[in-house]
């Protein structure tokens, strides 16, 4: 029977005593009071504020990339509207080359034209300066050449003039009937 009792003492080993159960539960049951009384409320309200830390992390994040986003499209306006503002400028700029370009060839036909008409000018001025001279010449060797003709000095100078200007006149009608 010894055996037994020593059976029944390992298998009491497994299982506590009920005083032990009683007061085991006692103070699970207090320590569960305690717990839920003090220290849950305030680890609820640790969890709390740090889930709005987090909210207000996300939110400010989302703010954040809100604000990127808006600072992003601005940029790719500003840059749209300064792309299009480079494009009137060389636009502008293709125009008022070929703008002065036209001009500076208008200047240059008028130019060109003042020149030329200032040439027929001279030219025109310098033959009647050489046909005055000529005529004066002609007239001078036509009169010497009378006078040798005749025989008598023509220094009467009416008649010199009317027969140098004869001369001349049938001399110039001979020169457009030539041509």
């Known amino acids: 029977m010894l055996l037994a009792e020593e059976e029944v003492s390992g298998t009491r080993l497994l299982i506590p005593a009920p005083s032990e159960i009683i007061w085991t539960a006692l103070f699970l049951l207090i320590f569960a009071l305690v717990f839920m009384k003090f220290i849950l409320p305030r680890l609820n309200a640790v969890l709390e504020e740090r889930a709005q ?70 030219l025109l001025a310098e033959r009647q300066t050489a046909s005055a001279q000529l005529r004066g010449e002609v007239g001078s060797l036509a009169s010497e050449l009378a006078s040798k003709i005749v025989g008598e000095s023509l220094t009467d100078d009416e008649r010199s003039s009317r027969v140098i200007d004869r001369f001349l006149a049938d001399l110039e009608s001979s020169q457009l009937a030539s041509r």
């Open 53 to 122: 830390k987090i909210e207000g992390g996300l939110r400010k994040a989302e703010e954040v990339q809100e604000e990127a986003d808006r600072m992003r499209a601005d940029t790719e306006q500003e840059l749209a509207a300064a792309r299009q503002e480079a494009a009137a400028i060389r636009e502008k700029a293709r125009q008022d080359g070929v703008r002065i370009l036209e001009e500076a060839k208008a200047r240059a036909e008028a130019e060109n034209e003042r020149i030329l008409t200032a040439g027929q000018q001279q």
